[in-house]
């Protein structure tokens, strides 16, 4: 029965800690991220995106891509600021575990098996970026595609810098009915080779 109790405080005592540490990760992530209306903007041109591949008619359908290019140019520019800002934060403070599980301060104790949030971050500013200008001269099917991938992945590595990679991964499936390895497959060459250095992929 002792062994019982002690094993059962054992693993309050870890969940206490890993959601004390997953919370200060949140918080801070947050914090950078409310100076910003990314997440608006990415889900106003998600939205926008499915409305254009939906309509039928040809002329609302160009309408639709013209404002949607604005909503683009908006979303690189305050993602562009977000990456700037965050890149201020302290290396020990975005330092991201490549265990598949949250293990609390893996990031401290084993720093080898991690990856820099900062440097992520510049590789998903450059890839929206690369991919709002259309560099690969895709359709505007393909773009939108394209630029989807990019913003899913990005939103993959903040859930996995707060959580773990598996979470990230389940939430991706959950929500946008994706794994990650087919956003690493939908993504520019560019990003999925820059992606991949970095997380050992």
């Known amino acids: ?20 540490y997953q919370a200060r990760r949140i918080a801070l992530l ?24 939906g309509e039928s008619d040809a002329g609302r359908r160009e309408q639709v891509w013209n404002l949607l290019a604005g909503t683009e140019v908006a979303l690189c520019e305050q993602f ?17 575990s490549k ?39 895709r359709s505007l099917r393909d773009k939108a595609f394209t630029m989807s991938a990019e913003l899913f992945l990005m939103q993959h590595s903040c859930h996995w810098f707060c959580k773990s990679k598996t979470v990230a991964s389940a939430r991706m499936l959950a929500r946008h009915q994706t794994s990650h390895d087919q956003l690493l497959a939908a993504v520019s060459p560019a990003t999925r080779k820059a992606y991949g250095a970095l997380v050992g992929r």
């Open 1 to 20: 029965m002792d062994v019982l109790i002690l094993a059962a405080l054992i693993a309050f005592g870890a969940h206490l800690l890993k959601s004390r």
């Open 30 to 53: 947050g914090s950078h991220l409310a100076q910003f209306q990314i997440e608006k903007l990415m889900e106003n041109l998600t939205q926008g995106y499915l409305r254009a591949l």
């Open 80 to 96: 562009k600021r977000f990456a700037a800002d965050f890149a201020r934060v302290d290396a020990e403070e975005t330092r991201v």
């Open 99 to 137: 265990l598949p599980i949250a293990l609390p301060y893996a990031d401290r104790l084993l720093p080898a098996a991690t990856f820099d949030l900062r440097q992520a971050l510049q590789i998903h500013a450059q890839g929206i970026e690369a991919a709002a200008r259309n560099e690969a001269g």
